[in-house]
């Protein structure tokens, strides 16, 4: 009888959850749909731009999902680059203004971001910038402005760019726990962290050459901008003349020290009001409405953007991972869909599977024999991400994109040390002289290793044949580019492994053009899970990406990362088509 009442009693809990689940799912989609009439735009207003959530290339979200805030906290560069060009043409839009501390994103993003609100100003409307104070990349977007103000009391990052690179040798040699590693690449560093404990030479050079390209791009902007000597900007980041508010105006890096209250003011004079009127502005997440209706591009005729963003792993994929199985499904529709005439790849990935590469780069290979495929690459295109890319007809890169890392390797843990140290022997029986190949609890053979080098022998010339092929180039040459070495956009662009420097919109512009068309719509894939989908699967309890941020929380931003590191490197299967090294710009 206790039974039946504990089912009858959890039968009726679910009909009710799930009741309770559709109302607020009906509510959103009600407040959803009526979003376009609640958000308004006063005349003579101020756009303002807070860019505080991460940024990804794309979200996946066309303002029709009323949960995807509950669960993706981030905000999409495609919407706002959308927003700031409907902001041009908007007549009650009057000026921009940038008011962001700690821009979460990449130098890339950055990058096309700056260059939308420049082509912004060419309307004759006014951007301005404030901050209480300055990380290097918040700097840079800020010097696209008319005018940047400091907090009297804020402070400035102007010291150039920096990476830090984590060494784990000594590390695996006191758990007992280490990585087998096998690679082929001289500048194939993703695996020195494991295998020494200082950088090499080889990976030092590199890794200096492509900060240096990138920050000439960003002086070189900054420069502009801010109507300076290439040479004085340096001067000041050598001697770290930006350091007080006070030293960052003498130098001319801001224009004035003002308070909060007094930037206002200064808005409100680009605007011609008086001190004592409202200051009429509207927050760019609010905007994104207007925009993401009035911005969008029409026509029977459609050009698809993939989007292809974060590492790649085999299996079906998700918002932050790319996948054979969204990524393979995407492609094909836009390839058969006879409405699209054109495919834009947008990349930001530094790899991963090398065999989910190759899945993927053979289905862009179906897609370019029936239609032009142009990649457009973000802030890392590298290894897998360049795999991926190297069959397009054409290739865009940012200057301050990250790519090439033409290169394989391939990490296996083991445990031999450590099993002995604390008791543990393990014993294998097989049919064959080679049924067991590995254990974690033995060393590695001499024949396993030289099966495994075998394989990634085998990635290592495939990869360079995708290259050869589609960049059009000898084998001999695309191994001279290669050997797991990284690139900046521009020195890719000299090298051949890119075609033009430009943004997703010049990609999509040069598609058009090969397409010929003139009057085009835009559709976007892959789709993902909507916001309702997660829920429902979350229902049972706490989402991974929860307990994950608890975890972080617990021990500290710098540990948890660390541990992602490792964690990340006992996860890898299979072969490698990665990024040389964790680049972390600073």
């Not at 695996?172 to 962290?193: C, D, L, N, W």
């Not at 075998?454 to 290669?482: H, M, N, P």
Request: aromatic share 8%.
């Amino acid at each position: 009888m206790n039974f039946l009442r504990n089912l009858l009693a959890s039968i009726l809990g679910s009909l009710i959850a799930v009741g309770i689940l559709f109302v607020m799912f009906f509510i959103f989609v009600s407040l959803i749909g009526n979003a376009e009439d609640t958000v308004s735009v006063q005349p003579n207003s101020v756009l303002e731009l807070q860019l505080q959530l991460p940024i990804s290339d794309y979200t996946g979200d066309n303002g029709d999902d009323p949960f995807s805030g509950m669960f993706d906290k981030s905000q999409g560069l495609d919407e706002i680059l959308m927003a700031i060009a409907v902001a041009k043409e908007d007549a009650d839009i009057k000026g921009i203004s940038i008011n962001n501390n700690f821009l979460l994103a990449g130098l890339a993003q950055t990058q096309e971001i700056r260059k939308a609100l420049k082509d912004f100003k060419e309307s004759g409307k006014f951007v301005y910038a404030y901050g209480d104070y300055f990380m290097q990349k918040d700097y840079y977007l800020a010097t696209v402005a008319d005018n940047i103000y400091l907090n009297p009391v804020g402070g400035m990052d102007f010291k150039g760019l920096s990476s830090e690179v984590l060494f784990f040798k000594e590390l695996q040699e006191k758990t007992g726990v280490k990585m087998e590693v096998i690679r082929h690449g001289k500048y194939k560093s993703a695996v020195e962290p494991f295998i020494s404990n200082e950088m090499s030479d080889a990976n030092r050079t590199q890794i200096g050459e492509l900060l240096t390209s990138l920050w000439n791009s960003m002086v070189d902007d900054m420069a502009e901008g801010r109507d300076l000597d290439r040479t004085d900007l340096n001067t000041i980041a050598d001697t770290l003349g930006g350091r007080l508010p006070k030293y960052a105006k003498a130098a001319g890096l801001v224009d004035e020290l003002l308070f909060y209250d007094e930037y206002e003011n200064k808005l409100k004079e680009a605007l011609e009001l008086g001190e004592e009127e409202d200051l009429n502005t509207i927050l760019l997440e609010d905007y994104v409405v207007r925009s993401n209706t009035k911005g969008r591009k029409t026509g029977k005729d459609k050009i698809a953007i993939i989007f292809a963003q974060g590492e790649i792993l085999y299996g079906e994929g998700d918002q932050r991972s790319i996948g054979q199985g969204i990524m393979t499904k995407a492609i094909r529709k836009a390839k058969e869909d006879e409405n699209i005439k054109a495919i834009v790849l947008r990349v930001n990935s530094p790899g991963g599977s090398a065999l989910t590469s190759d899945i993927i780069w053979r289905e862009i290979e179906l897609a370019k024999a029936k239609k032009p495929v142009v990649v457009s690459m973000g802030n890392v295109a590298a290894s897998g991400g360049y795999y991926i890319a190297a069959g397009a007809d054409k290739i865009f890169a940012e200057p301050t994109t990250v790519t090439g890392s033409i290169g394989v390797f391939g990490t296996i843990p083991n445990i031999t040390e450590l099993a002995a140290d604390i008791g543990i022997n393990a014993e294998q029986v097989g049919t064959n002289k080679n049924s067991v190949d590995y254990s974690l609890f033995e060393p590695m053979t001499d024949t396993f290793r030289n099966t495994v080098q075998e394989g990634i022998e085998e990635v290592y010339e495939t990869f360079l044949d995708r290259v050869s092929k589609g960049r059009g180039i000898t084998i001999a040459e695309a191994d001279s580019l290669a050997q797991g070495r990284v690139w900046s956009g521009t020195d890719a662009q000299r090298l051949g492994l890119v075609d033009e420097l430009g943004s997703l919109e010049d990609a999509v512009a040069e598609a058009a053009d090969m397409a010929e068309i003139k009057k085009y719509g835009i559709r976007k894939y892959p789709k993902y899970k909507s916001g309702f989908e997660k829920l429902i699967e979350d229902l049972g309890g706490a989402s991974a990406k929860t307990k994950e941020h608890f975890i972080e929380q617990e021990i500290g931003a710098q540990t948890y990362k660390t541990l992602k590191q490792i964690k990340s490197a006992m996860e890898q299967k299979g072969i490698q088509a990665r990024m040389p090294f964790l680049l972390e710009i600073n």
